[in-house]
């Protein structure tokens, strides 16, 4: 039987500042990965978004990322591994606080944009986050980009680990995303996108921009709803996969 998560990013509006079509993401979904105040979101964002989880059955993660509320967390910083694990602590802690308060578990923990992107190929980054999501729960789950470092630096901190893939983002032939720089990385079609994520979660491969087959796991899919196109990719997607008889559940269901 095939068994996958569906997550997205939410509570990334800031003050006056929406970002986002949470409400509607939030009904497709079995995961949400909530910002945590350094590259999105803000107290009362962060409440309200783990208040509207909890409405919804939807499980709750934490989505630290770099202190860049300007760059929306996508710019790379040179920081010290002391530093990421601090900035993860502060984060997680932070979210932690509010899944308390509003009676919800905290399920998981994926880092953001550079963070996330650095941490895939960096060792020692990865291993400052990892340390730092385990220093404050060991029973959460990591979730991270498939086949990279950040989990095999998960497992070594004794962490349970979730492989994420991306349903309208192009691979590499190193399994790692094609930059969004870069043509091409991101998919528009949404035929070929489910398609592809289909493909990913039963068959467990994806085609690289450069035509290389390559190995991926896919415990969690990764879909953005930050505009009225992507919300109804959000509900395709899950309707095609449940006619495939794929299952969707929450990671804690998964791994």
């Known amino acids: 039987m095939y068994k996958v998560d569906l997550n997205s990013d939410l509570g990334e509006s800031f003050g006056a500042y929406k970002i986002g079509l ?3 993401v939030v009904k497709y979904v079995t995961s949400v990965n909530v910002a945590c105040g350094y590259h999105a979101g803000d107290p009362i964002v962060m409440d309200k978004t783990v208040a509207m989880a909890k409405e ?37 802690g932070a979210l932690a606080a509010f899944c308390k308060a509003n009676g919800v578990p905290l399920q998981h923990v994926k880092p953001h944009g550079a963070f996330y992107n ?18 404050v729960d060991s029973n959460l789950i990591f979730m991270g980009l498939a086949g990279s470092l950040m989990l095999t630096a998960a497992k070594a901190a004794g962490l349970r680990t979730a492989s994420e893939v991306f349903a309208d983002r192009a691979y590499q032939a190193d399994g790692t995303l094609v930059p969004r ?30 035509g290389e087959e390559v190995e991926i796991a896919a415990d969690s899919i990764c879909v953005h709803g930050d505009n009225v196109s992507a919300v109804e990719f959000v509900k395709n997607i899950r309707a095609r996969l449940e006619a495939e008889g794929v299952t969707l559940a929450p990671l804690s269901e998964i791994v």
Do not use: C
């Open 22 to 24: 949470d409400s509607e």
């Open 118 to 135: 650095m941490a895939a190929k960096d060792l020692a980054l990865a291993t400052a986050i990892a340390e730092g999501v385990a220093s």
């Open 56 to 92: 919804h059955g939807v499980a709750v993660g934490a989505h630290p990322g770099f202190p860049d509320l300007m760059g929306f967390g996508r710019r790379n910083m040179v920081v010290t591994p002391a530093e990421a694990k601090a900035y993860t602590q502060y984060q997680v």
């Open 181 to 210: 720089s870069k043509p091409g990385a991101v998919i528009h079609d949404t035929d070929e996108a489910i398609a592809r994520t289909i493909r990913m979660v039963k068959e467990g491969k994806v085609t690289a921009i450069t």
